[in-house]
């Protein structure tokens, strides 16, 4: 009757639940990350190049940025993954600012999956990224 998202790091675990329907109409995802600066630039890997244009210059916002980034397309996965039950790469979504500075998703799954509608909601501290997706089969 339930479903949820676990997300973890050394020190620190999150998790989201929410009341299921017999046929569920919606899943959720959940991601942390700790804001720090990247060892190396993950920005390629994770990231289209859509989103790369728009990142800050290198430094500390920009490592933020990327981390906020990263950080909504594993909560997306995770509630996508109920629906299509196979790895979603981190080039089958993208993740921008929406006006107002909350976040927008956009998906273009390789199988052809949906479509799906997206809700991120983001939250934490200087020191902390938190973000939530909700995914609903449907129009976006």
């Keep these: 009757g339930v479903l949820g998202s676990v997300s973890h790091k050394n020190d620190l675990a999150v998790a989201l639940v929410a009341r299921a329907a017999a046929a569920p109409a919606v899943t959720v995802g959940i991601d942390v990350e700790a804001v720090r600066a990247l060892k190396r630039d993950i920005a390629r890997h994770v990231l289209t190049a859509d989103e790369r244009s728009a990142l800050p210059p290198e430094g500390p916002a920009r490592d933020a940025e990327v981390l906020l980034l990263f950080s909504a397309k594993e909560a997306i996965y995770k509630a996508l993954d109920p629906w299509v039950g196979r790895f979603v790469s981190f ?48 129009a976006p």
């Design 91 to 138: 080039q089958e979504a993208t993740v921008a600012r929406a006006p107002g500075g909350g976040l927008r998703a956009s998906l273009a799954l390789a199988n052809g999956e949906g479509p799906f509608g997206v809700e991120l909601h983001q939250a934490g501290e200087a020191d902390l990224i938190l973000v939530a997706a909700r995914v609903t089969p449907g």
